[in-house]
């Protein structure tokens, strides 16, 4: 160990530490794969007083810190790559308690997800929030990307289902936020700056989670579809006559992937696009809505076909036609736009977006998928395997630019759901103007007067 690291030895001589050539390169990366991790160790404390220890010998020491949950984040916001401290919640993953009253499940933030939805149940509650990589994903890294996923449709972000928050800041003290409040009008809800925050403002080490009722029996229908006017035609008539909990879209592209990698063909012909819709099912009504619905769309042109699910078994196979796309893309080391607009603003730009991407990435795969519901497009450009990763990732990063350019004349987000980390870095003035971008950067002092959190993450 370094003089420094003996330094936090001494400080903490209980917490774990990691310093293994596979531990600093497993630990220091995310999901993006673009940069050499180079951490200086890895801590992995245990409690809310050794992350205020670490905090405090951070500033001390001078040294960086990068606050890690389960690392699935696409934007680097997780990357350790310039000698940091990696702090990963993962030890602390633990229900810490749930108030049967108010619906509030109490949680230290290296929780997976999938464990915290699982606790929920066992009190005949759901915490809504949900995503693909639910048994990986930790609820500190949704808080820190205030991460979507497949039912914001219905539910809303997690922003929405934080109720409290307990946060070491990077001058090392503890902020203890809301406290389950529903209403609280007495000064600014510091709680939302953290949330979204990307673990540039303090790191969360505990939260409150709202719960709800559980949802209704629901049931799953799979939709083939000629265009994307026909994609934003069927989610238009299904919203209004069904009570819809998720509405999915992938391309023809994006489902032979899938199906190369052990999914089912859902149809005997081949389609442009395709959509999975969740809805609430608890009655013969709604059956015959969906029936008579998805009937009109034949009738009108914006259904080519369809399967409504026949069983628990056959819906989850239905479900894996969109939610097995990113684990079938892996093997092509994908370059991912995760990019956000209003609905109403999807054609326009899908229109200019498609044409600028044929023209520019005329020898490359590339797969769109998303969440139509909240306006949010999944831009997957696959890497031949014969072309060098940095030539592919100079490459993509050009047409990335021509790109933001094209989601600011349509009031977009270069970053729908993982951040803004290290990759969209040179576009967040195309989502943020230059005043609210100085105001941020204003917070961050008060919050990290040091710069020690996650620094390089979002702006410099």
Not at 3 to 15: F, K
Not at 213 to 234: H, I, W
Not at 283 to 305: I, K, T, Y
């Amino acid at each position: 160990m370094d003089a420094a690291l003996d330094a936090l030895h001494d400080a903490l001589p209980d917490l774990r530490l990691l310093t293994e050539a596979s531990e600093l390169a497993h630990y220091g990366r995310d999901w993006t794969r673009r940069w050499t991790p180079a951490p200086r160790a890895i801590a992995l404390p245990a409690s809310v007083d050794e992350v205020v220890g670490i905090v405090r010998w951070a500033r001390g020491q001078g040294v960086a810190l990068v606050p890690s949950g389960g690392r699935t984040g696409l934007s680097g916001g997780a990357v350790a790559a310039h000698g940091e401290l990696v702090v990963s919640l993962e030890r602390m993953n633990k229900v810490r308690g749930f108030d049967p009253v108010d619906r509030l499940l109490t949680v230290q933030a290296g929780i997976p997800l999938q464990m915290a939805q699982e606790a929920a149940r066992t009190h005949g509650l759901q915490y809504p929030v949900d995503f693909a990589a639910r048994g990986s994903c930790t609820i500190g890294g949704n808080i820190a990307t205030n991460a979507g996923g497949i039912r914001v449709l219905r539910y809303g972000n997690t922003r929405e289902w934080i109720a409290g928050l307990t946060v070491v800041t990077g001058d090392g003290e503890v902020l203890r936020l809301n406290n389950g409040l529903v209403k609280n009008s007495s000064g600014y809800d510091l709680r939302h700056l953290l949330i979204g925050a990307e673990g540039t403002l303090g790191i969360v080490v505990e939260a409150m989670l709202k719960l709800t009722a559980p949802p209704p029996p629901t049931q799953v229908m799979l939709l083939a579809l000629p265009d994307f006017d026909a994609v934003l035609a069927a989610f238009s008539t299904l919203r209004e006559g069904l009570r819809l909990e998720a509405f999915e879209f992938f391309t023809a592209l994006a489902l032979k992937h899938v199906l190369a990698h052990g999914g089912q063909r859902p149809f005997d012909d081949d389609h442009a696009f395709y959509a999975v819709v969740e809805y609430a099912n608890e009655d013969e009504a709604d059956e015959v809505a969906a029936l008579s619905l998805f009937e009109q769309g034949l009738d009108n042109g914006w259904a080519l076909d369809g399967v409504i699910a026949a069983s628990q078994a056959q819906a989850a196979q239905l479900w894996r036609l969109r939610e097995g796309i990113t684990e079938s893309l892996a093997s092509h080391t994908p370059y991912k736009n995760d990019v956000a607009l209003r609905i109403s603003a999807l054609p326009a730009f899908l229109q200019e977006a498609e044409r600028l991407i044929s023209d520019e990435y005329p020898q490359f795969e590339v797969v769109w998928f998303g969440h139509i519901g909240d306006g949010n497009l999944h831009i997957n450009v696959l890497k031949p395997a014969d072309l060098p990763q940095a030539d592919f990732v100079r490459d993509c990063e050009r047409v990335t630019k021509l790109l933001a350019d094209v989601l600011e004349r349509h009031g977009g987000s270069i970053s729908a759901e993982h951040g803004i980390g290290l990759v969209k870095k040179p576009y967040l003035l195309g989502t943020r103007s230059a005043e609210e971008v100085a105001v941020m950067q204003g917070i961050k002092r008060v919050l990290d007067p040091d710069g020690i959190l996650n620094p390089g993450k979002l702006f410099d």
